[in-house]
């Protein structure tokens, strides 16, 4: 039994904003309550903490199998930890791409047996995603993969998401777009406009999000599927999912900490601030913030995207898109967000919880009979992120050495503390 003793609990699931106590009983919640008495439990002290739900990330890459050399799923899922996520939904990118049962199962398997925290993969909405022919997404489901996309890329046709969304819809299963015209993009390594041509480097255009948004949220109007815009970077990519929602059509995005946080003006000849989609316009950014605090944006997601120093350190033409972003999702969160009282605690909780549960259809609650599944952070504790002491093998995030106040404190997955912050005379 493990006693979580006077911390604040957040759930947004029931409105809860009170500090009182949590009790674990093996891999549930047992109670919660004032001044819970329990002998024999294991104290972990929580004052001036936060309690809340497990926090989900519904988009990252943890590169296996195929690409170990830049993450494993025992080493992701461990930077998983250190940033307070006890789910994560991988990507289904890898080599090979996880487009049939037996790379999802294999995944599971390996996940079994070494992650931190809980992994539930993505299956590839098409073979191999190469927007030709649909995957095997029945099978994928049975062997539990939780949502499809073609990450990476987008689905390449009109034709092949409407197919994929009405299969998709009667499977109850959502489908996760990465929108990107690569016609407009082809080439570009930035965001198109005077930082890119002051840089001299290929800029991409923000149409190339929006107008695929456009045509998925027509598609999804189509075929009644519950549709989901990954790391939606622009203003105009927003206005399509608002007024989707207005319509009351299933559609919801994500927005990533970079996107949140960095803009196109921060960009510099470094390739840690080489992701897809690329950091936007200062309108750009605006619009995410606005549309986090009057939730037109469902979730918070990493697009966790580790690159091997090998790959990651040559020129910013040659070099791929991606960051990590685990340790420094929620710092970043509470630094954009919470202490520029953007949002509430209760809202950040929300971006992390229960708003990706929705989208994957399932519930995260504090409450009795619950899995012991949670998160704990401080809003006010001072460190300093360093990305050669990060669990992830990779090393590329342009937050290297960045300085914050607020941290996850420990991390709880089916009653197991499978992470805690080491500070002096404190928990
Ligand atoms: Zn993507
Ligand atoms: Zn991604």
Redesign the pocket.
């Known amino acids: 039994m493990i006693l979580i003793r006077d911390g604040r609990v957040i759930d947004p699931a029931t409105g809860t904003d009170k500090v009182q106590d949590v009790l674990l009983d093996g891999a549930g919640i047992e109670r919660t309550g004032p001044s819970i008495n329990a002998p024999d439990a294991e104290i972990l002290d929580a004052r001036d903490l936060i309690v809340a739900p497990g926090f989900i990330d519904l988009h990252c890459h943890l590169r296996e199998p195929g690409q170990d050399i830049s993450e494993t799923i025992e080493t992701g899922t461990r930077a998983a930890a250190r940033g307070g996520f006890t789910a994560v939904c991988c990507m289904p990118n890898t080599h090979p791409v996880n487009d049939n049962a037996s790379v999802t199962r294999s995944i599971i398997e390996r996940a079994a047996a070494g992650a931190s925290v809980r992994v539930w993969p993505i299956g590839a909405v098409s073979v191999g995603s190469k927007g030709e022919a649909l995957a095997e997404i029945a099978a994928m489901q049975e062997a539990g993969i939780v949502a499809v996309s073609d990450?990476?890329r987008p689905v390449a046709t009109a034709k092949l998401m409407r197919q994929a969304m009405d299969y998709c819809r009667s499977l109850g299963l959502p489908v996760i777009d990465?929108c990107e015209d690569p016609s407009l993009a082809a080439g570009g390594v930035m965001r198109e406009g005077p930082r890119s041509i002051r840089l001299g480097l290929k800029g991409i255009p923000a149409e190339s999000e929006s107008i695929c948004v456009g045509r998925d949220v027509e598609i999804a109007a189509l075929t009644g599927a519950r549709l989901h815009i990954?790391?939606l970077s622009a203003r105009a990519s927003l206005a399509h999912v608002r007024a989707a929602k207005k319509q009351g059509l299933p559609v919801t995005c994500e927005v990533t900490p970079h996107h949140f946080t960095l803009i196109d003006e921060d960009v510099v000849y470094d390739t840690r601030y080489k992701m897809?989609p690329p950091l936007a316009s200062r309108e750009d950014r605006e619009a995410l913030l606005a549309g986090i605090a009057d939730r037109a944006v469902d979730a918070i997601a990493t697009?966790h995207a580790p690159d091997h120093p090998a790959s990651k350190g040559v020129e910013f033409d040659r070099a791929p898109f991606g960051i990590t972003g685990f340790e420094t999702a929620l710092a970043l969160a509470l630094t954009e967000l919470v202490h520029t009282k953007r949002i509430s605690l209760m809202r950040l909780v929300e971006l992390f919880t229960t708003g990706p549960a929705r989208i994957l259809g399932i519930e995260r609650k504090i409450a009795g009979g619950e899995p012991a599944d949670l998160t704990i952070f401080s809003v006010n504790h001072k460190w300093t992120f360093r990305a050669n002491e990060s669990a992830s093998k990779s090393r590329n995030t342009p937050f290297d050495n960045r300085e914050f106040v607020g941290a996850p404190m420990a991390t709880i997955v089916g009653g197991n503390i499978v992470w805690r912050r080491e500070v002096a005379a404190a928990m």
């Open positions: 990450d990476g990465h990954a790391h897809n697009d």
